[in-house]
């Protein structure tokens, strides 16, 4: 099997997918330990500042600073930054990127250490959207080293660059080189973004089995993935059980415990679903989360609440994620320019399936049916079956195309109901009503 290619022939797919995180530390082969005993450089001094918290990210930061104060050199700097990385994925602060980055600069400088810091400069590159610079990073990797983790990085700079042909590619090279969660869970996004969903789920298994206590983020995002493929399917309690099963792996991990929200939700309780969502925007305050928590809190009932939380996503949400942010917008139909202009600037960035079509409605809400239509169709053609893309559809549909149009597209979107967010649901309903 390739895990990698389609099972069978596709259509041609021109927009790029969304990567997925890099994960350096669970099957990563560190230089060898090159012992240079010396004073603490300036740039790392940010990097050994007293990390504060009680899970068990803070305390392996804690113990891999202490690794660094005994000795400097590039395995233990690498471990240091790897959990920098996590720390900025699943705290959603920026600044631990810029921590990471500090060290990757102090190990250019040791022996052993420029391809290592390279590969962590390109990630971090990556995370803040300097796209152009991370691929720079990553072909010289892939020409001077070509280690399987330098092939990943590539892959998803590729995705998110439009060249999906050459991400492939990437990816099957970094599959063969070496089989582990990073390169399972990458073919698996990749399977789900192009339509084949049991490839996905197969590979995520693969992925889940790969994993290793030694990085029990990466773990717990493949689990995550896995309840979100159930959560489509709307099988609930296979959804619950991999949410659970990550949250053992990352207590509060927000995208886990905002999974395990929506999967609450989809369920109808909605008690329980703010208690979860709750947790998780207080762990991350994105606006995926923040829109799910406002739809738990409207079903209770409970405005102020709901008005004060709109208050703060409104004010934080271009800052924090664009993206989802201007889909929010332009779903529940506000701002509709301030949705465009997000749309249009995220998508002079990437151009996956899901900016795509956040574009579509954006230019849909501003009277542009004309070019709603012309993005939207771009975003179907990669065949990523997903729920909200296909709501999204069916809402530019119901403006430019037929009417049997609309119904495919609300039929396919009912198929991933579960996976859609209440406020979302009442969309799909309006548009059902009006078809």
């Given at each position: 099997?390739?895990?990698?290619?389609?099972?069978?022939?596709?259509?041609?797919?021109t927009?790029?997918?969304?990567?997925?995180?890099?994960?350096?530390?669970?099957c990563?082969?560190?230089?060898p330990?090159?012992?240079?005993p010396?004073?603490?450089?300036?740039?790392?001094?940010?990097?050994?500042?007293?990390?504060?918290?009680?899970?068990?990210l803070?305390?392996?930061?804690?113990?891999?600073?202490?690794?660094?104060?005994?000795?400097?050199?590039v395995?233990?700097?690498?471990?240091?930054?790897?959990?920098?990385?996590?720390k900025?994925?699943?705290?959603?602060?920026?600044g631990?990127?810029?921590?990471?980055?500090?060290?990757a600069?102090?190990?250019?400088g040791?022996?052993?250490?420029?391809?290592?810091?390279?590969?962590l400069?390109?990630?971090?590159?990556h995370?803040?959207?300097?796209?152009?610079?991370?691929?720079?990073i990553?072909?010289?990797?892939?020409?001077?080293?070509?280690m399987?983790l330098?092939?990943?990085?590539?892959?998803?700079?590729?995705?998110?660059?439009?060249?999906?042909?050459?991400?492939?590619?990437?990816?099957?090279?970094?599959?063969?080189?070496?089989?582990?969660?990073?390169?399972?869970?990458r073919?698996a996004?990749?399977?789900?973004?192009?339509?084949d969903?049991?490839?996905?789920?197969e590979?995520?298994?693969?992925?889940?089995?790969?994993?290793?206590?030694r990085?029990?983020e990466?773990?717990?995002?493949?689990?995550?993935?896995?309840?979100f493929?159930?959560?489509?399917?709307?099988?609930?309690?296979?959804?619950?059980?991999?949410?659970?099963?990550?949250?053992?792996q990352?207590a509060?991990?927000?995208?886990?415990?905002?999974m395990?929200?929506?999967?609450?939700?989809?369920?109808?309780?909605?008690?329980?679903?703010?208690?979860h969502?709750?947790?998780?925007?207080?762990?991350?305050?994105?606006?995926?989360?923040?829109?799910?928590?406002?739809?738990?809190?409207?079903?209770?009932?409970?405005?102020?609440?709901v008005?004060?939380?709109?208050?703060e996503?409104?004010?934080?949400?271009?800052r924090?994620?664009?993206?989802?942010?201007?889909?929010?917008?332009?779903?529940?139909?506000?701002?509709?320019?301030?949705?465009?202009?997000?749309?249009?600037?995220?998508?002079?960035?990437?151009?996956?399936?899901?900016?795509?079509?956040?574009?579509a409605?954006?230019r849909l809400?501003?009277?542009?049916?004309?070019?709603?239509?012309?993005?939207?169709?771009?975003?179907?053609?990669?065949g990523?079956?997903?729920?909200?893309?296909?709501?999204?559809?069916?809402?530019?549909?119901?403006?430019t195309?037929?009417?049997?149009?609309?119904?495919?597209?609300?039929?396919?979107?009912?198929?991933?109901r579960?996976?859609l967010?209440?406020?979302?649901?009442?969309l799909?309903?309006?548009?059902?009503?009006?078809a």
């Amino acid at each position: 099997m390739n895990p990698v290619a389609p099972a069978r022939p596709r259509r041609a797919l021109t927009p790029a997918l969304l990567a997925i995180g890099c994960w350096l530390g669970a099957c990563s082969d560190a230089a060898p330990a090159t012992p240079r005993p010396t004073a603490v450089p300036t740039e790392l001094r940010i990097a050994l500042a007293a990390v504060p918290g009680d899970s068990e990210l803070d305390r392996q930061l804690r113990s891999a600073q202490d690794a660094v104060r005994e000795q400097l050199d590039v395995p233990r700097l690498e471990r240091l930054a790897t959990l920098f990385l996590g720390k900025a994925r699943s705290g959603g602060d920026p600044g631990f990127y810029t921590t990471a980055e500090a060290c990757a600069a102090v190990m250019a400088g040791l022996p052993h250490g420029e391809h290592p810091a390279l590969l962590l400069r390109g990630h971090v590159r990556h995370a803040l959207h300097d796209f152009a610079t991370a691929e720079t990073i990553a072909r010289r990797l892939v020409g001077e080293r070509g280690m399987f983790l330098d092939l990943g990085l590539l892959g998803d700079v590729l995705l998110d660059r439009g060249q999906l042909e050459a991400a492939r590619d990437a990816y099957q090279r970094m599959l063969e080189l070496k089989p582990c969660l990073q390169s399972y869970a990458r073919a698996a996004h990749l399977r789900w973004l192009i339509g084949d969903l049991p490839g996905s789920r197969e590979l995520l298994g693969l992925a889940a089995n790969a994993g290793s206590r030694r990085d029990p983020e990466s773990l717990a995002w493949v689990l995550t993935r896995r309840a979100f493929l159930e959560l489509q399917a709307g099988d609930l309690p296979a959804a619950a059980r991999d949410a659970d099963a990550a949250l053992l792996q990352v207590a509060d991990h927000p995208q886990a415990r905002a999974m395990r929200g929506r999967i609450a939700l989809a369920a109808g309780d909605a008690p329980t679903a703010i208690e979860h969502l709750r947790r998780a925007v207080a762990g991350q305050p994105l606006p995926e989360y923040q829109w799910a928590l406002v739809d738990a809190l409207r079903a209770t009932g409970a405005g102020a609440e709901v008005a004060a939380l709109e208050a703060e996503l409104l004010r934080t949400g271009e800052r924090e994620d664009p993206r989802t942010f201007a889909a929010w917008l332009a779903t529940t139909d506000r701002e509709p320019r301030l949705a465009l202009r997000l749309a249009v600037a995220e998508f002079a960035q990437r151009q996956d399936a899901h900016t795509l079509a956040v574009l579509a409605i954006a230019r849909l809400r501003n009277g542009d049916l004309v070019g709603a239509d012309e993005v939207m169709q771009r975003a179907l053609a990669i065949g990523v079956v997903d729920a909200r893309l296909r709501l999204q559809a069916a809402l530019v549909a119901s403006r430019t195309g037929t009417r049997q149009r609309v119904l495919e597209h609300l039929d396919a979107a009912e198929r991933g109901r579960t996976a859609l967010l209440p406020s979302e649901q009442a969309l799909l309903d309006a548009l059902r009503r009006a078809a």
